[in-house]
């Protein structure tokens, strides 16, 4: 069992991970018995729905509450009144369907996906997603003498040709990568086919002895870790003294749908021997966001396995390892999904960056598709500026083999089992790796739940330090110091039970960033001139901060 430590301790002592779940059982099939309750249980709420609709109709029912219904006309207006309460108890009962799915025996997989498909569906049935659904949008057609009708058509227009038919995130006018995202001074340092490796100018006189690499996952451009002075974790780090360097993953188009695990863990293996190089440690630190974590896991797998010990230690940014443990994401896993899924991208080369961006906001339909197509096509309101919005729009293309291998993580869980997968010559046993890690997770992440973020922390036998940050996915990572509302856990038991864990943890206000960079600087070596010039002789600089590879637009 791996022990969680405070960050403000020394080491605790190396022990074996506990036990990692076999082979996944296949989820339940319905059938008998359980296919009659089925029945019973869409008869039972078509009846209670029936009884709730009359009293509806009668005006019984309860007031409207939903933000979506802001409108006075949702209260005031008897026709708008009903039609609100109406589709609030339509939902309410696709909801509770969904329940009783769950309660007559079906697997936690089967479960999100009926989930998924339900508030998609209510999502977009919503009558304010309509002009003549939405008082609030008729008003301003009104007030504006149809101006905003007119806007929100050509809004639609250029959507349905730019956007794949979903309204914009965010203006693409109003940020540009090196403009006023992804500003912090650097160069990079190495490329290759894959990646770029960029080194951050030093802000301190003194640096520390060993440097870190930031891994970002392989879906997001790497620049959510350096959005703009004040939210940028690598300038952050740079100005904790940290010799800082990060991964660039290149664009793929479809002649790179090859590219898969091996391609990416090696291209990481090169990564540390040049910061290795470039810095003349004998060993880097690393961090790993997200998917990235995982090839930062790989790697660690494949040093252990050669005995090599060119990392020091490993942090990881809301990481998911168990794909067993209950997610939304797991939605897609079922085989029907996978297949489907593996087609089309195989049929192409790659999943469009468009694509897999799609799917992650259904996962928030209010949130990242119909608010949008609310203010933007029905009020005619201007597309938001936001910097991580901007960074969500612009999403890179995920090659074939690859997305089949992240498919076959999500189905049959391999790579929590032991000799399942096989990286770079180098069988996957997690428990072989050994190093230090410091792992968060996110109190309200809807893609990597924290209590699976937690499993992470107890699945490699080093020791180990799990930290809870408030906030969700995305919200988690951008995270500077200074924010009044940010807050996290530390400390706990090192306890199988997450909710355990919690209880015995200390709340600290502020950043987790601080807490991160508490524990890496004591693992960070003694701190020494910083460099005057960036690279080396071997691998000199070759072009400014962010480099090329983050510029590479190539159609989906």
């Given at each position: 069992?791996?022990?969680?430590?405070?960050?403000?301790?020394?080491t605790?002592?190396?022990t074996?991970?506990?036990?990692?779940?076999?082979?996944?059982?296949?989820?339940?099939r319905?059938r008998?018995?359980?296919?009659?309750a089925?029945?019973?249980?869409?008869?039972?709420?078509?009846?209670?729905?029936?009884?709730?609709?009359?009293?509806?109709?009668?005006?019984?029912?309860?007031?409207?509450?939903?933000?979506?219904?802001?409108?006075?006309?949702?209260?005031?207006?008897?026709g708008?009144?009903?039609?609100?309460?109406?589709?609030?108890?339509?939902?309410?009962?696709l909801?509770?369907?969904?329940?009783?799915?769950?309660?007559?025996?079906a697997?936690?997989?089967?479960?999100?996906?009926?989930?998924?498909?339900?508030?998609?569906?209510?999502?977009?049935a919503?009558?304010?997603?309509?002009?003549?659904?939405?008082?609030?949008?008729?008003?301003k057609?009104?007030?504006?003498?149809?101006?905003?009708?007119?806007?929100?058509l050509?809004?639609?227009?250029?959507?349905?040709r730019?956007?794949?038919?979903l309204?914009?995130?965010?203006?693409?006018?109003?940020?540009?990568?090196?403009?006023?995202?992804?500003?912090?001074?650097?160069?990079?340092?190495?490329?290759?086919?894959?990646v770029?490796?960029?080194?951050?100018?030093?802000?301190?006189?003194?640096?520390?002895?060993?440097?870190?690499?930031?891994?970002?996952?392989?879906?997001?451009r790497?620049?959510l870790?350096?959005?703009?002075?004040?939210?940028?974790?690598?300038?952050?780090?740079?100005?904790?003294?940290?010799?800082?360097?990060?991964?660039?993953?290149?664009?793929?188009?479809?002649?790179?749908?090859?590219?898969?695990?091996?391609?990416?863990?090696?291209?990481?293996?090169?990564?540390?021997?040049?910061?290795r190089?470039?810095?003349?440690?004998?060993?880097?630190?690393?961090?790993?966001?997200?998917?990235?974590?995982?090839l930062?896991?790989?790697?660690?797998?494949?040093?252990?396995?050669?005995?090599?010990?060119?990392?020091?230690s490993?942090?990881?940014?809301?990481?998911?390892?168990d794909?067993?443990?209950?997610?939304?994401?797991?939605?897609?896993?079922?085989?029907?999904?996978?297949?489907?899924?593996?087609?089309?991208?195989?049929?192409?080369?790659?999943?469009?960056?468009?694509?897999?961006?799609?799917?992650?906001?259904?996962?928030?339909?209010?949130?990242?598709v119909?608010?949008?197509?609310?203010?933007?096509?029905?009020?005619?309101?201007?597309?938001?500026s936001?910097?991580?919005?901007?960074?969500?729009?612009?999403?890179?293309?995920?090659?074939?083999?690859?997305?089949?291998q992240f498919?076959?993580?999500?189905r049959?869980?391999t790579?929590?089992?032991?000799?399942a997968?096989?990286?770079?010559?180098?069988?996957?046993?997690?428990?072989?790796?050994?190093?230090?890690?410091f792992?968060?997770?996110?109190?309200?992440?809807?893609?990597?739940?924290?209590?699976?973020?937690?499993?992470?922390?107890?699945?490699?036998?080093?020791?180990s330090t799990?930290?809870?940050?408030?906030g969700?996915?995305?919200?988690?990572?951008?995270?500077p110091?200074?924010?009044?509302k940010?807050?996290?856990?530390v400390?706990?038991?090192?306890?199988?039970d997450?909710?355990?864990?919690?209880?015995?943890?200390?709340?600290?206000?502020?950043?987790?960033?601080?807490?991160?960079?508490?524990?890496?600087?004591?693992?960070?070596?003694?701190?020494?001139?910083?460099p005057?010039?960036?690279?080396?002789?071997?691998?000199?600089?070759?072009?400014?901060?962010?480099?090329?590879?983050?510029?590479?637009?190539?159609?989906?």
């Open positions: 069992m791996t022990a969680v430590q405070h960050p403000s301790t020394g605790t002592p190396t074996r991970p506990e036990p990692v779940p076999g082979t996944p059982e296949p989820e339940p319905r008998g018995p359980a296919a009659l089925g029945s019973v249980a869409v008869g039972a709420e078509t009846a209670r729905l029936a009884r709730e609709l009359a009293h509806i109709a009668v005006g019984n029912a309860e007031a409207v509450t939903d933000k979506r219904f802001a409108d006075s006309a949702w209260t005031g207006h008897p708008y009144r009903r039609l609100g309460q109406g589709y609030l108890a339509w939902s309410a009962s909801e509770r369907l969904v329940d009783r799915y769950e309660a007559g025996g697997g936690w997989r089967e479960v999100e996906r009926a989930r998924f498909a339900v508030r998609a569906l209510t999502a977009a919503s009558p304010t997603n309509t002009l003549l659904g939405n008082p609030a949008a008729l008003k057609a009104l007030d504006t003498g149809g101006r905003s009708v007119v806007r929100g050509s809004a639609m227009l250029t959507d349905l730019e956007n794949g038919g309204p914009a995130l965010c203006d693409p006018a109003a940020f540009a990568v090196g403009r006023n995202l992804a500003t912090t001074r650097g160069a990079v340092v190495y490329r290759d086919d894959v770029e490796i960029l080194q951050y100018a030093p802000t301190t006189a003194e640096v520390h002895a060993r440097p870190l690499l930031v891994v970002p996952p392989v879906i997001n790497y620049y870790l350096d959005l703009r002075a004040g939210r940028s974790f690598v300038e952050h780090a740079v100005g904790k003294g940290f010799q800082t360097f990060i991964v660039s993953w290149r664009n793929p188009g479809k002649k790179d749908a090859h590219w898969n695990l091996d391609t990416y863990t090696e291209r990481l293996r090169r990564a540390v021997a040049v910061v190089q470039v810095t003349g440690s004998p060993d880097v630190n690393t961090v790993g966001f997200c998917a990235g974590g995982i930062q896991t790989l790697l660690l797998n494949h040093l252990a396995a050669h005995e090599d010990t060119s990392v020091h490993a942090a990881y940014g809301v990481t998911l390892l794909f067993g443990e209950r997610a939304p994401i797991g939605a897609f896993a079922g085989k029907w999904v996978t297949g489907l899924a593996r087609r089309a991208s195989g049929t192409r080369g790659v999943l469009g960056g468009k694509s897999l961006g799609s799917v992650f906001s259904f996962m928030k339909p209010n949130d990242l119909f608010d949008g197509l609310v203010s933007q096509w029905l009020h005619g309101e201007p597309v938001p936001f910097d991580v919005l901007a960074w969500n729009a612009d999403a890179p293309n995920l090659p074939a083999r690859l997305h089949a498919l076959d993580f999500f049959d869980n790579l929590v089992r032991p000799g997968l096989t990286v770079l010559g180098s069988p996957v046993d997690l428990g072989e790796i050994t190093v230090p890690t792992v968060t997770g996110a109190i309200t992440d809807h893609l990597t739940p924290w209590r699976g973020c937690y499993r992470t922390s107890r699945l490699l036998s080093g020791p799990f930290v809870l940050s408030n969700g996915h995305v919200q988690s990572l951008v995270n110091p200074g924010n009044p940010a807050r996290h856990w400390g706990g038991e090192a306890v199988a997450p909710e355990e864990w919690r209880a015995g943890a200390e709340e600290r206000s502020g950043s987790w960033w601080e807490t991160w960079a508490e524990w890496t600087a004591v693992r960070s070596g003694p701190r020494v001139p910083a005057a010039t960036l690279g080396s002789e071997r691998h000199p600089a070759l072009d400014a901060a962010p480099g090329l590879y983050v510029l590479d637009r190539s159609p989906n």
